[in-house]
């Protein structure tokens, strides 16, 4: 038997008295692509950030290739989600003294920063429309331009999973199709990718689409 990616096991979060996620179980399997659609407020970025081990559940487990991740220390969290997870968050975060390169070469810093990586990162940005913008700082470029240096980001390694967060937002519909064409293609990999969207025809791209409602996760696909 094949081992999921990633497994929520009623996975519940409340935020002071309020119950933001109640008891959500999921199975991620490699190459595989799931979009979350729901309201604003509704809780999709925390899910993906408990995902993520970002951030901790009230209750409930996370396994990982059949590993209970959510209990483990601070230390062993960190050396998965680096080995392990590419994440594109809803506000990009970049570091405004480095060079759009260099943002996007960061995860490679502790694990190789051969030619091949350099080179890499820069198909990647060239792809995304960005070739002309390599050694510009953040706070130099546009919303839209901010996101996709993101995603070249979480791309560079080809992890096994991928988290993104509203990543079509702020481009134009041209662009939009460039990075979820370049999400799905990472399935091609095996990667297991999960994109939170407002965009129906995005979500209809995916293998599987839940709506997060009231704290459920409702399968609509
Ligand atoms: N650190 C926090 N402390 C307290 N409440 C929080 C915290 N983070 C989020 N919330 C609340 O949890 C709810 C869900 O937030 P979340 O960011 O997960 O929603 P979302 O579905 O991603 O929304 P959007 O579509 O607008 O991005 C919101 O009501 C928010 O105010
Ligand atoms: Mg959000």
Do not use: C
Request: aromatic share 4%.
């Amino acid at each position: 038997m094949t081992k999921n990616l990633l497994e929520l096991h009623q996975i519940s979060k409340s935020y002071e008295e309020e119950l933001i996620l109640e008891e959500i179980s999921l199975s991620v399997q490699p190459g595989t692509a799931i979009a979350i659609t729901g309201n604003s407020g509704g809780g999709k970025t925390t899910l993906l950030s408990i995902m993520g081990l970002l951030q901790k559940p009230t209750s409930g487990q996370i396994t990982m290739n059949g590993l209970e991740a959510s209990s483990l220390d601070q230390k062993k969290q960190a050396k998965i989600r680096g080995e392990s997870i590419g994440f594109v968050f809803q506000r990009a975060r970049l570091i405004s003294s480095l060079t759009i390169q260099e943002n996007v070469l960061l995860p490679a810093w502790f694990v190789r920063k051969e030619k091949e990586i350099v080179e890499r990162a820069q198909q990647l940005l060239s792809y995304f429309e960005l070739e002309h913008r390599l050694n510009h700082k953040p706070q130099q470029l546009s919303l839209g331009q901010l996101r996709r240096v993101a995603l070249a980001r979480a791309l560079l390694l080809q992890p096994p999973l991928l988290l993104a967060d509203e990543p079509t937002n702020d481009l134009d519909p041209a662009l939009a199709d460039i990075v979820a064409g370049a999400l799905l293609q990472a399935r091609n990999q095996g990667t297991g990718v999960i994109i939170v969207t407002h965009d129906p025809a995005l979500a209809q791209k995916a293998d599987h689409h839940f709506r997060l409602e009231q704290g459920n996760l409702i399968q609509v696909k």
